[in-house]
């Protein structure tokens, strides 16, 4: 285990938490806008364009702890399991010798 790996999971978690904050903010200040603000409009395109300018430096910090959640991964693939029961060796099964007469 990395002690990084906390710190770095703790800023995924806030992350991720104000992602789906600005998430749940745009689509409320969408469906806020007129019927004549559709996509490509001043009005969407500027609505939106403040949307994603709040959202880049949570997106970034994704970008950059990220890796953490593959770390881990490999380093639990690799641990052994507390609740898998311990190896056992299976002895080999005996081979009859040929016997030269």
Known sequence: MQSRWVYQLGVLHTALEQLEALHEQWLTTRDSLPANAPPGTPA????????????????????????????????????????????TTVPAPVRATAVRR
């Open 44 to 87: 969407f395109d500027g609505a939106l364009a403040e949307h994603l300018a709040e959202s880049w430096n949570y997106l970034d910090d994704w970008g950059t702890h990220a890796g953490a959640l593959s770390e881990i991964n490999s380093a639990a693939s690799k641990a052994p399991s507390p609740l898998a029961p311990p190896p």
